[in-house]
């Protein structure tokens, strides 16, 4: 079955560090991925996602290229914020867009220290 | 995108009893699921809700434990029967637009303790 895999946390940085949250995956086809966000004491909110090999999303400063060759789809960004202090959730969904539910990683939580 | 409105945002329960979760969406969806997120866990999908007829359900959820319902294409209720701590988790609805391509979008969350 399909399967997420993503670093384990908690992650700490200092504010203005380079970030990469690694997420690698498992399933059949050709999945769309997909990076959400969960700030404290908020809900999940789609952060970015591609939905075939070798697309970009990006959205706030963050990235992540969908790597086909590698089963990868790695979070990136230049220069992080105290205020990207949250959990990332990578996720796959086997129909495009997630009308079949997701299969979600376990979440990294990031703190960002100033 | 849709505004997914989800009640009660959290609760303290004894164990043994129910408690009944709302989730309701600003507009018409055709996809409305229900996740369980265990303390320091990822999500875990626990069914697809489906308007006008049963719930299809994951392997290791059964309807007798977590009934749901969805009357109509913007509302859906998920209830917790027969707690124990063990259910002690963040439950969540999302849904799903239709669209080619469009994301879940899910609500803020239910907290719920079982004491």
């Known amino acids: 079955g399909d399967s997420v895999t993503q670093m384990e946390g908690p992650v700490t940085l200092s504010e203005e560090a380079f970030l990469t949250i690694n997420c690698t995956y498992t399933a059949t086809g050709y999945p769309s991925l997909f990076w959400y966000v969960q700030y404290p004491g908020e809900g999940l909110q789609l952060l970015l996602k591609a939905t075939k090999a070798d697309d970009k999303g990006s959205n706030k400063g963050f990235e992540a290229t969908y790597r086909k060759e590698t089963t990868s789809f790695h979070l990136e960004k230049g220069s992080v914020q105290v205020s990207d202090s949250a959990v990332y959730f990578c996720a796959l969904s086997d129909t495009g867009g997630g009308a079949d539910g997701l299969t979600f990683g376990k979440g990294t939580h990031l703190i960002i220290q100033p | 995108s849709a505004v997914i409105s989800q009640k009660p945002s959290r609760d303290i329960c004894q164990r043994g009893t129910s408690l009944t979760i709302q989730c309701q969406v600003d507009?018409?969806?055709?996809?409305m699921f229900w996740y369980r997120q265990q303390p320091g866990q990822s999500l875990t999908l626990i069914a697809t809700a489906n308007q006008g007829s049963e719930a299809t359900y994951e392997s290791g959820f059964v309807i007798d434990k977590f009934p749901i319902s969805r009357p109509n294409l913007t509302f859906s209720t998920l209830t917790v029967s027969n707690m124990s701590p063990e259910d002690s988790s963040i439950y969540l609805c999302s849904v799903a637009t239709g669209l080619t391509n469009s994301p879940l979008h899910f609500g803020n969350g239910t907290r719920l303790t079982v004491t």
């Open positions: 507009s018409q969806v055709t996809m």
